[in-house]
T-cell receptor, first 111, second 114 residues
Framework: EADIYQTPRYLVIGTGKKITLECSQT?????MYWYQQDPGMELHLIHY???????EKGDLSSESTVSRIRTEHFPLTLESARPSHTSQYLC??????????FGSGTRLTVV | GENVEQHPSTLSVQEGDSAVIKCTYS??????FPWYKQELGKGPQLIID?????GEKKDQRIAVTLNKTAKHFSLHITETQPEDSAVYFC?????????????FGRGTSLIVHP
């Protein structure tokens, strides 16, 4: 079944650790996105990619980085996690200019 | 850039009532307006969308209307059920010739009381 997968669903990690949030989609979509969702539910775009080897920063300043080596895979990395990184992270993809498919999200807590 | 305002931020209704969520946008070049539903513990899911060449679109109990002149669009849910309880997001984007990336509203938390 075509879908978009995020792992892990929940992560509790200590300050200073390096972490990678995984996002994979099986729909062959060329466009992929990472959003940070704050407790008030507002969505903030942090990174996006329009294809392999293409990555751009979004509207929200973020200390994370992304890579797009394969069409289906768009991981997000935090080199040194801080409590201010505690949030819900949502990955999305789209194959056209119309509509996103979102993953279920990763809820990250940095202690 | 585009700015999307969404109201209300919280909406509480009784089961069977109708619910209306309204959004306004600022960029007259925006031509695609999707609506997403986010249930607890899940990512947002596209439930209905409308393009600028139509004024209304309906899918069972949900409908979306678009007024391009006034730059506003609305989501209408009739005969609400408890399973309609969720956070709803509107969005606006340009199609070809512009950015594919939508600007989202800040979300409306809909609570349907049984």
């Amino acid at each position: 079944e075509a879908d978009i997968y995020q792992t892990p669903r929940y992560l509790v990690i200590g300050t200073g650790k390096k972490i990678t949030l995984e996002c994979s989609q099986t729909m062959g979509h060329d466009k992929m996105y990472w959003y940070q969702q704050d407790p008030g539910m507002e969505l903030h775009l942090i990174h996006y990619s329009y294809g392999v080897n293409s990555t751009e920063k979004g509207d929200l300043s973020s200390e994370s980085t992304v890579s797009r080596i394969r069409t289906e895979h768009f991981p997000l990395t935090l080199e040194s996690a801080r409590p201010s990184h505690t949030s819900q992270y949502l990955c999305a993809s789209s194959g056209s200019i119309y509509g996103y498919t979102f993953g279920s999200g990763t809820r990250l807590t940095v202690v | 850039g585009e700015n999307v305002e969404q109201h209300p931020s919280t909406l509480s209704v009784q089961e069977g009532d109708s619910a209306v969520i309204k959004c306004t946008y600022s960029d007259s070049a925006s031509n695609y307006f999707p609506w997403y539903k986010q249930e607890l513990g899940k990512g947002p899911q596209l439930i209905i969308d409308i393009r600028s060449n139509v004024g209304e679109k309906k899918d069972q109990r949900i409908a979306v209307t678009l007024n391009k002149t006034a730059k506003h669009f609305s989501l209408h849910i009739t005969e609400t059920q408890p399973e309609d309880s969720a956070v709803y997001f509107c969005a606006a984007s340009r199609g070809s010739g512009g950015s594919y990336i939508p600007t989202f509203g800040r979300g409306t938390s809909l609570i349907v009381h049984p």
